[in-house]
């Protein structure tokens, strides 16, 4: 009699282990769904998969909203906002102590190159805030007394500034911070395969439904303020990391025959002019790599490489001019193996 129960036992042991494999191997296999829409004055895209197949739209949009209540500075009601009105009752969120944690540090970091006390320089060279005037040059003289990551700090949930001119602008990071944040979603939904794009700026982790890793594209720095022309300089094989492209060839204009490009020196109040056209930055997270490829817009091809190896697990690749006018590429040795041709 005991042997027919331990006979009945195992058969059923072996039954529920091959439940539980079948089980295990469709999640393993579940589809990869996509969502797009946009959000923060451009797009979002968010391939993932997700083992149960339930589709996150709604969960993705949601948790984005919340984003832009408070770092979105087109949203008259965010944190961001109100603290640029000088509204004396706002309260700092966790997704904006985030970002000033982050900044801070890359200003340290840059001595100053990336500073999201930049804002009022933005907005007087017409690229930000409501202010598209490209008429006339600004008397920076006069704003730079309002610009400085030093001139501003947290204190018990509240942002103080020591000049009432000052605006924060975290434009420069937030969508990378963004596409962090939802990353965060997915992996509290039980998804371990995904690509999330907002506004170019990239996370990933885990492998494609071909099986592979994600395959990323590089633009080629042609000046296209239409944002129209989509040329490829290189294709990266990228998991588990951020990524993000800065340069000066999408938004500029020109006044009196000369180039102004939206990257802003806040040392100097100026756009910046070197041969830099742009920077490609992987990371340990979105935000990291957002923040640091606008700082080396701002301290060019030298200084890059030099920070790149101070930072850890920093790496970018930076497609110059050289002296003759043809373009150039260099990028840190870490960065070759993302490199696919």
Known sequence: MRKKTLIIFFTVVICVAGVAGLYFSLKLNAKYIHNEGEAQGTTYSVTYQQPEGIDLQKKIEKRLHEFDLSLSTYVPQSIISRINRNDSTVRTDADFEDMYQEAMEVSKQTNGAFDITVGPLVKAWGFGFGNSDHSKIPDVT???????????????????????????????????????????????NGCKNYMIEIGGEIVCKGLNKAGKKWQIGIDKPIDDPTNTVDEIQTVLSVSNCGLTTSGNYRKFYYLNGKKYAHEIDPRNGYPVVHNLLSATVVASTCIQADAYATAFM????????????????????????????????????????????
């Open 298 to 341: 701002v301290i060019g091809v030298d200084s890059s490489l030099q920070v790149c190896k101070s930072v850890p697990n920093l790496d970018c690749y930076l497609i110059y001019t050289d002296k003759n006018g043809r373009n150039r590429v260099v990028y840190t040795e870490g960065f070759k193996k993302y490199l696919t041709r």
């Open 142 to 188: 006069k704003i730079l007394p309002y610009v400085g990551y030093h001139k501003i700090r947290i204190v018990n949930h509240k942002l103080v500034k020591d000049d009432p001119h000052i605006l924060v602008d975290a434009n420069a990071l937030a969508q990378g911070q963004s596409s962090d944040i939802i990353a965060k979603l997915l992996e509290d």
